[in-house]
Structures are given as structure tokens and as C-alpha cells.
């Protein structure tokens, strides 16, 4: 299985001379080709730095992030945006949609900013459409949608370029549970059908039950791992929930 | 403590600032630099000319009230849309506990020490115009500038600034309404509201649009035919027409046009113009009425200032075959008095014991009334409406008649030969040609006219465009007649022309111009109960000169102030948007999109938006010059010196704009 994301040692400091955060301190993964990585950790852990740093919109202190072969810490500003453009797929939790455009035309603006051939652009689309199972309100706008499919439309638009790596940043966070289980049956669906890799952040133990395998983030340091491997669902959420509850956060620091 | 806030709130925001600073400045530039027109060295060479200087204060005085309530309209609307975007860090001021009292002062402070700060700037910048303008004025007055001298007018000054106080006074006013109005939830929920796009059905806005053209369509060929002389209903009609074409243009225009562009995949589907086409078709939708008001104005200001520009060159034409003698008087018979030395000019000036020196040289003639009208000798060549349009330039009536040794010693003055003139025969002189066709193919076609029942040939073939008198009227009719002409003919004038002698020209002038001005002021009712009209053609050219001077100033000062508006409100809508559009393009960053083509977008979306209106009105505009050619004709220096100011003002404003819509979406995050 090949690699499509390595992390190398990397450190992200913030601050001065006299008062140094540590956002990441020392964290190295692999993600290969094809796997739904989940990243958990509760709020302040650096789960976000982290994807801000691989998604290069941040960039890291020390240490090496390899995509597809290339080190993204020392890409040129103008490298970085094509790189962003073509290798990247985003899902955010607030959807980054644009609500004066319909759906057909949020998609085809990933698309068209690549610079694809007309009628390339129309099959692409459908085509993700189709996927997705969107292709009833391909016409609506944002306005139209409700939530879930608003992050299915988004979720099109990140995959309709067939990037190296899809990042979803707590892609659940602003939907019901109705939804949020329609969308990640997706995604996984995407995984397993196409073969999408995904790395996913986020801090529900739900959604996170549906990757393959979870790093547990605390402090900004790998704190555990955990591989979904034959259990099911269940078992997997199971698992999932004693590591929360060592780990602390949300609930466990209350209890 | 709050003054502390309110500087510092200035200079922070110093880019949102800037194009209402812009606007304030060149607002009182503008306002100072023609209201200091009366002090200028030129106009006060025209100052003997009382009358002049009063229509002039008058015209001025009205258009500058007009002219701050239209800046006053933009400046409350500027700094509506400022506070607007200034919402959340006022409800900041409000959460934290200040009172609303206090945030209004500090925006008192804030907008005196905008205000204080453009008065200055705008006063010392019109200071330096008006310079500019004094040299302007010279050349329209044809006035020699011997002597340069600096002017500063503190009468210009103290109008502009009590006239901006008031509307600063306003929008202080106006901002304190708005304040107590604010509810702080309101104030901080303001920029999450959502956006609810229009949906508009294509078939309807592709037929509201193509109503519209033909509306447009039909209002310009109206105007074409009939030009803008036509009678006043109609004249109405066809500009409303213009209006409501115009106003449904917009409405339809962004509905249609992206319907188009969404068939041309080539276009709809390249770098991020999909998102271009929806902010713009957003934006005009909303906007429509704005965008007509400012589209009409643009066309009324390009216009304005073609006209303006063009119409000393006009009068210089016009006068140019009419302006042979350096003076002409005339008196008014008066028929019921049968005592011929009451209409003759000769013996009055005897009277007032006024002698030409021998160096002027001088002739009189008597003018009379012929028993025919000039709608009876032109009625079969003149339209309806050339008929009416004589009627309403008092050119018909009676025509006028010289005998043929009075017409021979007046052009006798000017150095030419002596007509000889048969008994049966008349001399046509006139410029009517100019006017329409009626009389050159009366010429062509008939070689006689029928007076009192005898027959006349016309001797010349076209008729002699040299006027017999210096007269303000610049159309004339004259026949001459033989000296024993037998028809009834009725004294009209007993007049006298002069033209000087070149080395004593200065002093008849003045002594001239004082006869007439005499004349003017009844001063010799005593002795003759006659009444003598008198001109020269220095006075007559003043006069011209003066008018011509007033509709370019008055032409000007609107036109630069309406530009100055409307590009203003574009502007400030434009900014407005962005930053209503910030999260739009925060997620156009997110998906990859470079800044690059982001100013690309920003580019085009400013471009589009603010040719969209200046397109139609350069359209609107060139249809309604071309309606005026008929009064006016128009030369290549207008039409440079016009797009001038047009383009540099308005450029200027398209340019800060997209700078400042850029750095807005670049400090975004």
C-alpha cells in the first residue's frame, strides 16, 4: 500500500522567546492510500493546528509533511495554492458553500478554477452527483437545502477533483444525527467503493467510529492509537469510548 | 477619553474613510471654486455689466442650494452605509456599558473631525482651482489676463462653509436617530443575516428586457426626428419614455444576461466567473433604482458638458456674418405722431446735441413694414413645425424693407460696391437658410414675389447673408426694395450704423457705449419723447460672452458634481457589498482559489458595475447630442475635454474602489 501522507516529527510553537506553546509537540503518522483516518482529541489538544498544518494554510515550526511525495513545509507560496488546488479536497464543518451559487455551479467552481474542459466539467459532475445522491437539488441553492445536504454538496465538491486527500474538519458538527449518519454512510461508501482517503477531525465518538483507525491527540502529542481491524461499528464505538474516558475532555473531566 | 476613540477611530478605519473623505473634499473644492466666481479677475472685468452680475449671483445662489441638497443626500447616504459597517464595533462600545449618549458623541466627534478636516483640505485644494478656473473663464470671456493676480475669495469661502456646516449639522442629526433606533442584539447579530437570493423567471426578464429596448428604441428615434425642439408634450414623452426604457433595462438586465451567459459554457465555465456573473446579477437586481437614477444622471452630466463646452464656440459662428458695423442704434416710429422730426434718428440725436466726429464713419436708413407677412411668402415651402418654431422665435411677421439708396450707402460703410436695382426688381437679405430650407427653395423654384398686387423679380439668386445692423438677434429677413416703391410701406425704424476709425477706436467705443447706456436709462426723455435702442458690438459681444460663460460655468459645476455623486454612490455600494461578500470570498480561499484570480473577480465585478450604467448613458447621451445638433454643432475639443473630467473623476473613483475591495477581501483573514 503506498503512502499518501507522511508526518515527520513535526512541532508547532506559538508565542515568544519566554512563552512558548507547544500546539504539536513532536507528532509523526502515516496515512496510506485509501484508509479513513480519524483524529481525535478534545479542545486545545492541536487537532486543528495539525490539519491546518497538513491542509498548508499553517505552516509547521519543524519536521517534514510529505503528500504524494513532496514535502509541502518547503513549497513556495505559489506552489502551495496550485498544490492546495490539486491535491486537496476540504469539507468544513460550516460547509464553506456559497450561497449565491446553486449546487451545480458550487461544484463546478472547484473545477473550473482547475482550468477543466467544458464538457469534462458537466460528466464530472453528474457524475459525483450521482455518488452522493444529490442529484435532485443540483438546481437549489444553499437557501433550498437542508443541513445534511448541504454538507453532501459540499462533500461533492471536495471529491469532484479526485484529490490525493479529502480533510473534513468536524464535518458532523453542525448537522442533526439523522444527517450526520446519511453523510457519513457516504463517506463511507466513498472509502470503500472509490477508495477516497479521508483524514477526519473530529471529537464525537459517533463519527469517528466509522474510520478505520483513530490517533487520539492530547497536549499536542499522540496519546493512542486505535485500529478498527475486524470489530464492528459497535465494538469499534465501544473502544472508542474508554479512550475518551482515560483520555479526559469533555465529559470525562466533569465526571 | 472620547475624543481619544473617536481619533483613533479615524485613523484606524482611514481606508473606509477614504472615498467618504474623497467625496467630502471634492465637494467643497467644487463648491468653493464656483462660488468664488464673482471675485475673479475676468468676471470683474465684466462687472460694469450690472445686470449680468445679478442673473449670474441669482443663477449661482439657486444652483448652489440645488446642488447641496444633492451632496447633502450623498453625504447622509455615505455615512449610512459607514455606520452600518460599523455596527458590531459600536455594540462593542455598547456591551462593554457605554451609554448611548456617549457613542453618539463619539460620532459627533468623529464626523466634525471629518467634516473640519475636508473643509480644510477642500478649501485650500478649490483655492487652487479656481485659479485654473479664473484662466478658464478669461478665455470663454475672451477677456486679455494682463495681470495675474492670485484671488482668494472669502465670500466663496464663508458659503461653503456654513453650507456644509448645515449638512454635517444634518448628519449628525441623522446619526443620532439611527443610534437611538439600534437594538444591541440587532447590532451584533448584523453580519449574520442571511441573504436571500431573488429568483427571477428567465422568460419573464428576457421579455421585460426586450420591452425595454424597444421602449429605448423608440424614445431615441422620437428624439431623433423631431430633436429636442419638439413641442413640450411631446418633448415629455419621449423622455419619459427614456426613463421607464431605462428602468426596466436594469431591472431586466442581470436576469437576462446571466440566462445568456449560462448557454456560453466557454465563458460561464472559466476560472471562477460563476461566481463573478451571481455577485453582479446580486448586486444590480438590488440596486436597480440606484443604478437607473445614476445612469440617467451620468447621461444628463455628459450632455451638460458637451453643450456646455460647445455652445461658445457655437456663438462665435453665429455671430461671425452678423457683426458688421461697430455700432448701430435705431428708434421706434412711432405712426400716430405725424411730426417727422419725432421719427427720425437724425434730428433727435440734433436734439441731445450729439455730433459724430469726423473720423466715424456713419450712415442713416430708414427700416420699414411691408403689407406682407414672411408666412405668406414662405407658407408653401414650411412645414407645421417650421412654422410653429418661427412663431416661437418671434421670426415671423411682417417683412422688413430697405430702399435700395439707403441699403447701397450702408454697405458703402464696409468698403463694398453699389447695387443698381430696377424698378420691378428686390434684393433678397437674409439668413433664414440657416434656420430651414423654406427659403433657399423658395429662391430655387420662384423668381418673383407678389407685393401689394405687383410682381417683383428677385434679382439676387440666393439670398445676401450680410447683416445691414449690429443687432443681438441673430436671424434677420430684409428685402430691399427700389427707392420708388409704390406699395404701402409703414416707418418701422429710423436707425444709423458706425464703424470706427482703427486708431480712434478706444474712445468712440466709450463714447458710444455711454450713448447707448444713456439711451437705456431714459436719460434724454425730456427733450424727445422718442425711444432709441442702441448697441455695439462690443456690448453685444459681452453679452453673448456672458451668457455663453454662465451656462459653461453652470453646465460644469452640475456636471462635475453629479459625476462626484453618482460614481460616489458606486463606489460606497460597491464597498458596502464586498463587505457583505467577505465570507463569500473567505470560502472561495478555502477551496483553493488563488488570490490572484480573486482580484480578477474583484476587478471585473468593479469594472462591470460601474460601466453598466455609464455605458447606457454614454448611449442615452450621444442620441440626445445628436438631437441638439440641430441648435448646436459640435467640435472634437468638447468632446476631449469633457471625457476628461469625465474619466478622470470616475476613474478615480473605480480605482480607489477596487484597491479598496481588494485590501478589505486581503486583510479578511
Same mark, same amino acid.
Given at each position: ?255 | ?57 441669482? =443663477?449661482?445662489?439657486?444652483? #448652489?442650494?440645488? %446642488?447641496?441638497? *444633492? &451632496? !447633502?443626500? +450623498? ?6 452605509? /459607514? ?29 466634525? =473631525?471629518?467634516?473640519?478636516? #475636508?473643509?480644510? %483640505?477642500?478649501? *485650500? &485644494? !478649490?483655492? +487652487? ?6 484662466? /478658464? ?533
Amino acid at each position: 500500500m503506498q503512502n499518501v501522507l507522511s508526518v515527520e516529527k513535526i512541532e508547532k510553537y506559538y508565542g515568544n522567546k519566554d512563552n512558548i506553546t507547544k500546539a504539536i509537540d513532536n507528532i509523526s503518522f502515516k496515512v496510506n492510500e485509501g484508509e479513513f483516518l480519524g483524529i481525535m482529541g478534545p479542545s486545545g489538544s492541536g487537532k486543528t493546528t495539525l490539519l491546518n498544518c497538513i491542509s498548508t494554510i499553517d505552516n509547521v515550526t519543524t519536521g517534514k509533511i510529505i503528500i504524494n511525495n513532496k514535502d509541502i513545509t518547503v513549497l513556495k507560496a505559489k506552489a502551495l495554492e496550485e498544490f492546495r488546488r490539486d491535491e486537496l479536497g476540504f469539507i468544513f464543518q460550516d460547509f464553506n458553500l456559497l450561497d449565491t451559487l446553486t449546487a451545480y455551479e458550487n461544484i463546478a467552481l472547484a473545477l473550473t478554477i482547475q482550468n477543466r474542459g467544458l464538457k469534462e466539467i458537466d460528466i464530472l459532475i453528474k457524475d459525483v452527483a450521482e455518488k452522493l445522491d444529490i442529484t435532485e437539488i443540483l438546481n437549489k441553492y444553499p437557501f433550498q437545502m437542508s443541513g445534511g445536504q448541504k454538507q453532501r454538496v459540499a462533500s461533492a465538491r471536495a471529491i469532484v477533483t479526485e484529490p490525493s486527500l479529502i480533510l473534513a474538519d468536524e464535518p458532523t458538527g453542525a448537522l442533526d444525527s439523522k444527517s450526520s449518519r446519511l453523510l457519513l454512510d457516504s463517506f463511507e461508501k466513498l472509502n470503500k467503493d472509490f477508495h477516497s482517503t479521508i483524514l477526519m477531525v473530529t471529537h464525537d465518538s459517533f463519527t469517528a467510529s466509522y474510520a478505520n483507525r483513530i490517533l487520539f491527540i492530547k497536549d499536542g502529542r499522540i496519546f493512542n492509537e486505535l485500529i478498527r481491524g475486524n470489530d464492528t461499528r459497535r465494538e469499534f464505538f465501544n473502544k472508542i469510548m474508554e479512550v475518551v474516558t482515560l483520555l479526559g475532555g469533555d465529559v470525562g473531566n466533569v465526571l | 477619553m472620547f475624543s481619544k476613540i473617536a481619533i483613533n477611530n479615524v485613523k484606524r478605519s482611514f481606508r473606509d474613510y477614504s472615498i467618504y473623505f474623497l467625496t467630502l473634499t471634492l465637494g467643497v473644492c467644487i463648491f468653493y471654486s464656483f462660488n468664488s466666481i464673482e471675485s475673479q479677475n475676468s468676471i470683474l472685468e465684466m462687472n460694469k455689466d450690472a445686470d449680468f452680475m445679478l442673473t449670474l449671483n441669482k =443663477l449661482m445662489a439657486g444652483t #448652489s442650494v440645488f %446642488v447641496s441638497f *444633492v &451632496l !447633502g443626500g +450623498l453625504i447622509i447616504y455615505a455615512n449610512k452605509i /459607514l455606520i452600518k459597517k460599523r455596527k458590531k464595533e459600536l455594540g462593542i462600545y455598547m456591551t462593554l456599558g457605554m451609554a448611548k449618549g456617549k457613542v453618539s458623541k463619539i460620532l459627533i466627534f468623529e464626523t466634525l =473631525l471629518i467634516g473640519v478636516l #475636508s473643509l480644510l %483640505v477642500g478649501i *485650500v &485644494l !478649490g483655492i +487652487l482651482v479656481s485659479q485654473g478656473l479664473s484662466v /478658464l473663464v478669461a478665455n470663454i470671456l475672451s477677456v486679455d489676463l494682463n495681470k495675474y493676480k492670485f484671488i482668494i475669495s472669502i465670500s466663496a469661502i464663508v458659503k461653503s462653509v456654513v453650507y456644509f456646516g448645515v449638512i454635517y449639522l444634518l448628519v449628525m442629526i441623522f446619526n443620532q436617530f439611527t443610534i437611538s433606533k439600534y437594538k444591541l442584539i440587532d447590532i451584533l447579530n448584523a453580519t449574520k443575516k442571511n441573504e436571500v437570493v431573488k429568483l427571477k423567471n428567465s422568460f419573464l426578464s428576457a421579455l421585460i428586457f426586450i420591452l425595454s429596448i424597444a421602449i429605448l428604441a423608440i424614445a431615441y428615434a422620437r428624439a431623433l426626428k423631431t430633436g429636442l425642439a419638439a413641442e413640450n408634450a411631446e418633448l415629455v414623452i419621449t423622455v419619459l419614455m427614456g426613463v421607464i426604457g431605462t428602468l426596466l433595462f436594469f431591472f431586466s438586465l442581470s436576469s437576462f444576461f446571466i440566462h445568456i451567459v449560462q448557454k456560453i459554457k466557454r465563458i460561464y465555465l472559466k476560472d471562477i466567473n460563476i461566481f463573478i456573473l451571481r455577485q453582479i446579477n446580486n448586486k444590480i437586481n438590488t440596486n436597480f433604482l440606484s443604478t437607473t437614477l445614476i445612469c440617467l444622471m451620468l447621461s444628463l452630466t455628459i450632455t451638460l458638458l458637451f453643450t456646455a463646452f460647445d455652445l461658445k464656440g457655437t456663438i462665435d459662428r453665429n455671430s461671425a456674418g452678423s457683426r458688421a458695423f461697430d455700432a448701430s442704434a435705431f428708434l421706434i416710429a412711432d405712426n400716430e405722431n405725424k411730426d417727422p422730426k419725432v421719427n427720425d434718428i437724425e434730428e433727435y440725436l440734433k436734439d441731445i446735441n450729439f455730433t459724430f466726429e469726423t473720423y466715424e464713419k456713419h450712415t442713416f436708413y430708414s427700416e420699414y413694414k411691408l403689407n406682407i407677412t414672411i408666412e405668406d411668402l414662405l407658407s408653401k415651402y414650411l412645414s407645421k413645425q417650421e412654422q410653429i418654431d418661427l412663431k416661437q422665435n418671434y421670426l415671423d411677421g411682417a417683412i422688413s424693407a430697405i430702399k435700395i439708396s439707403d441699403y447701397n450707402s450702408i454697405i458703402k460703410l464696409n468698403g463694398k460696391k453699389a447695387i443698381d436695382l430696377k424698378e420691378n426688381e428686390v434684393l433678397v437679405v437674409s439668413n433664414y437658410g440657416q434656420l430651414n430650407n423654406a427659403l433657399p427653395e423658395y429662391m430655387k423654384n420662384e423668381d418673383i414675389i407678389n407685393i401689394d398686387d405687383k410682381v417683383f423679380t428677385i434679382k439676387n439668386e440666393s439670398p445676401i447673408e450680410e447683416n445691414i445692423k449690429g443687432t443681438e438677434g441673430s436671424k434677420f429677413f430684409y428685402l430691399i426694395i427700389p427707392d420708388n416703391f409704390s406699395g404701402g410701406l409703414q416707418l418701422e425704424f429710423s436707425s444709423f450704423n458706425v464703424i470706427y476709425e482703427e486708431r480712434y477706436s478706444k474712445e468712440s467705443e466709450e463714447k458710444f457705449a455711454k450713448l447707448f447706456t444713456d439711451f437705456l436709462a431714459d436719460k434724454y426723455k425730456d427733450i424727445s419723447p422718442s425711444l432709441v435702442i442702441g448697441k455695439t458690438k462690443d456690448q453685444i459681444s459681452d453679452r453673448e460672452n456672458g451668457m455663453a460663460a454662465m451656462i459653461v460655468f453652470l453646465g460644469l459645476f452640475l456636471g462635475l458634481i453629479f459625476i462626484i455623486t453618482s460614481a460616489a454612490v458606486m463606489a460606497l455600494q460597491q464597498l458596502s457589498d464586498a463587505s457583505d461578500s467577505l465570507e463569500r470570498y473567505k470560502s472561495l480561499k478555502k477551496i483553493g482559489v488563488t488570490d490572484k484570480l480573486i482580484n480578477k473577480a474583484i476587478l471585473r465585478q468593479s469594472l462591470i458595475y460601474f460601466l453598466v450604467p455609464l455605458g447606457l448613458a454614454v448611449i442615452h447621451s450621444i442620441v440626445g447630442i445628436c438631437a441638439l445638433r440641430e441648435n448646436f454643432s459640435f467640435h472634437y475639443q468638447s468632446v476631449i475635454v469633457s471625457s476628461l473630467f469625465l474619466v478622470v473623476i470616475y476613474g478615480a473613483y473605480f480605482y480607489a474602489t477596487y484597491v479598496g475591495v481588494k485590501n478589505m477581501v486581503k486583510n479578511s483573514n
